[in-house]
């Protein structure tokens, strides 16, 4: 296992105001001037405040009996009464390319979140996948940007009560005990932007590694929350001054969390699997202006 994932539990007595401290060696930016915003910006809002994909979904792995595709960030995998009827979702887009085919979702991912969604295309084989999931024997590796300077490493412990969809879950207990959530994360770089936000003069945020040992509703987004580094475009756990600023400096209308890694053992062929997602052009861009492109391709060789 390695070393950072057998850091201490996590203690949150940090200041909620803190941005952060002790961070790793960090760039520091000058930003472009604020983009400017009209109907262009404003069209491609949904009923939830995520935005339209900006880029098409792409198959990253495919065999005869799954599929691995890169979901793009504001695109559905299934359909939603969150969105009207004919709002495009993942589910659509992949029997589009197998016609014919009955294709079983095994898993989910946020609207907001881009990154890697399975497939099955049978049910033995969903079946199976599903148990691997449960059983925890895949493993999830997401990449994030958070408010402040995050800790260099550390393994949250702290258990979360259920989100319930208020359609799909009206029948749920709303008082059902908060359940187990654990994730492990590493702060991979760091940078600090010129741009005041309430009381500090410059704005801090972390490149983060996040691997949850659990699958609760939103658990990495309120668990970086809950350290007082909530990720940078989300607007239910987040920051609002800092969503705004990554608006109106950068164009960035996105929550910035991606799921870029699975691994598992294939259910069927019983060999390792590591399936990978790339950054979108628009994500690898901004790094790339934080002086985080070192990073990334350390992040993504597994050096």
């Not at 979702?89 to 294709?103: D, N, R, S």
Request: hydrophobic fraction near 35%.
């Amino acid at each position: 296992m390695a070393e950072w994932l057998k850091a201490p539990v996590l203690k949150t007595d940090e200041s909620r105001g803190s941005q952060g401290s002790n961070p790793c060696p960090s760039a520091t930016f000058d930003p472009p001037a604020p983009s400017r915003h009209g109907l262009s910006s404003i069209r491609f809002r949904s009923m939830c405040n995520d935005p339209a994909p900006a880029a098409s979904p792409e198959i990253l792995y495919q065999d005869e009996w799954l599929l691995a595709v890169n979901k793009p960030a504001g695109l559905l995998v299934h359909p939603s009464w969150i969105a009207p009827a004919k709002t495009p979702h993942l589910v659509g887009w992949v029997k589009a390319q197998f016609p014919g085919e009955t294709i079983h979702t095994v898993h989910r991912l946020d609207r907001a979140t881009s990154g890697i969604i399975l497939f099955a295309r049978d049910k033995q084989t969903a079946h199976n996948l599903q148990n691997l999931f449960s059983d925890r024997l895949i493993e999830k590796q997401y990449l994030c940007v958070t408010r402040g300077w995050a800790p260099e490493r550390g393994l949250i412990d702290y258990p979360l009560k259920p989100i319930h969809d208020k359609i799909a879950d009206k029948h749920a207990d709303p008082d059902k005990d908060a359940q187990e959530a654990v994730s492990a994360f590493e702060r991979l770089a760091t940078v600090e932007l010129p741009i005041p936000v309430g009381r500090y003069l410059q704005s801090r945020y972390s490149l983060v590694k996040v691997c949850p040992k659990t699958g609760r509703k939103h658990q990495i987004r309120r668990h970086m929350k809950h350290i007082f580094h909530p990720l940078v475009g989300d607007t239910k756990h987040g920051e609002g001054r800092h969503n705004r600023l990554y608006r109106e400096h950068f164009d960035i209308h996105r929550l910035l969390l991606m799921a870029t890694h699975l691994r598992f053992t294939h259910p069927v062929t019983e060999q390792p699997m590591t399936v990978s997602a790339p950054l979108d052009t628009e994500v690898k861009e901004l790094f790339d202006r934080f002086g985080w492109r070192d990073a990334i391709e350390r992040y993504f060789s597994g050096t």
